[in-house]
């Protein structure tokens, strides 16, 4: 008598997403998820003067600007709570935030104020949360004033533009729309 072998699951099968959701395969999902939503200006883990060091930070051509934290446990969900902007929002930047993390690891309910959560999965995701946020223009334009003088430097360190392409060996990166 002939045995014909089990076949194990699939992780999709098993309703586990088969993509593993690095801190780093995280902000570029934030990065096209905010192009997505019309950001024409987005910008990925920029270290400035400015206290907050966003994950993803986008500006609509309104001046509006989106800002997605990006969560690939837990535990460092639960660490940004204990932030300085995150405890006094007004000190942080984004008129509309949210948290970016795997399908599952977050509940909507987990969300502070004014925070929206983007369960991410492959390949659809969705958002949900209500914005009001006041939010740090200083911090916001430092941001932009930092990415615009590295762009002015003749050696670029650390950003690359949508148009152009420059290598870097920082992780920091800043994409432009070109209007066509």
Not at 165 to 174: G, N, P, R, V
């Amino acid at each position: 008598m002939r045995r014909t072998p089990l076949r194990r699951k699939t992780p999709m099968q098993r309703g586990k997403s088969p993509v593993k959701w690095t801190h780093k395969r995280l902000v570029k999902e934030a990065a096209r998820w905010l192009q997505a939503r019309g950001c024409v200006v987005v910008c990925t883990e920029v270290v400035t003067q400015a206290l907050e060091a966003p994950d993803a930070l986008g500006w609509q051509g309104n001046g509006e600007t989106w800002l997605v934290e990006c969560k690939a446990s837990r535990a460092d969900f639960h660490r940004d709570a204990e932030k300085p902007f995150r405890v006094k929002s007004e000190m942080g930047m984004g008129n509309k935030r949210f948290y970016m993390a795997p399908k599952g690891l977050l509940k909507h309910e987990e969300m502070p104020p004014g925070w929206g959560l983007v369960p991410v999965e492959e390949p659809w995701y969705a958002s949900h949360g209500q914005f009001h946020n006041l939010v740090n223009r200083e911090a916001e334009a430092r941001v932009l004033v930092s990415l615009l003088r590295r762009v002015g430097q003749r050696a670029v360190s650390g950003v690359s533009i949508k148009a152009y392409t420059f290598s870097t060996k920082d992780t920091a990166t800043l994409g432009v729309l070109a209007d066509e």
